[in-house]
């Protein structure tokens, strides 16, 4: 069954474009041209990955990508801009973006993209389906994490960091293979930006996020994961 995306973005010619490329390709294709159009279509349509454009009129693309992930949804979500500045790329990322390709971009790069986040989230390894950590039981098959009854906001990419270090349980990983492993390729975002969802995740498993009992960091080199 062909992977269905959902393309939103307000300017015809690259809607059109991506759609003819994207459906080339054998995907399924979507769009919508608004963020209002676009979260209903995330809702209703149920797409595999959305390719976001960060201009949007009424509700803007890191607007989108923030009530998706508060609605619980997490779908893999590729974000265009047209800005150069780290500083959007990054908080994109820390809203849920799994992805970013800043325009003009080639058309094999951004299907490059796709592929590899449709590969990061969809393939089955040696990792686990399930883990406890202290009080709070997470299903990393329906990425859905409970604590005392209380389902916990953890983002797409929070849950595959997570993920990758349960994997990894007791091993010292460093933040260039992070970037590498979970990210999908060398070129990412930056090695700060590790520290910035490692920061997050304490704040939602950690009982005291200042004094990490699982999320450690190995000063010099990276972080280990225990218990």
Not at 61 to 89: F, H, I, W, Y
Not at 104 to 128: D, H, Q, Y
Request: a neutral charge; charged letters at 30%; glycine letters at 8%.
């Amino acid at each position: 069954m062909s992977k269905r995306i959902l393309v939103i973005d307000d300017e015809p010619q690259m809607l059109l474009g991506l759609r003819d490329n994207l459906e080339l390709e054998g995907y399924e294709v979507v769009t919508a041209t608004d963020g209002d159009q676009g979260l209903q279509a995330a809702a209703t349509l149920r797409p595999d990955l959305v390719i976001l454009d960060l201009m949007l009129p009424r509700r803007g693309g890191l607007e989108v990508c923030r009530e998706l992930r508060a609605r619980g949804n997490a779908t893999p979500v590729v974000m265009l801009t047209a800005r150069s500045q780290e500083t959007d790329k990054v908080l994109g990322l820390e809203l849920g973006a799994d992805d970013y390709i800043t325009k003009p971009f080639s058309i094999s790069e951004l299907l490059a993209r796709v592929r590899a986040v449709l590969r990061r989230t969809t393939r089955a390894g040696a990792k686990p389906d399930r883990c406890v950590i202290g009080d709070i039981e997470i299903d990393f098959r329906t990425h859905q994490a409970v604590r005392a009854g209380e389902r916990l906001a953890l983002t797409s990419r929070e849950l595959d960091l997570l993920h990758y270090f349960v994997s990894r349980r007791g091993e010292v990983v460093t933040r260039d293979q992070i970037l590498s492993d979970v990210w999908g390729y060398d070129d990412a975002p930056t090695t700060r930006t590790i520290d910035n969802f490692v920061a997050k995740l304490r704040q939602k498993i950690e009982r005291q996020p200042h004094q990490p009992e699982h999320l450690l960091t190995v000063h010099g080199t990276g972080y280990k994961f225990v218990g």
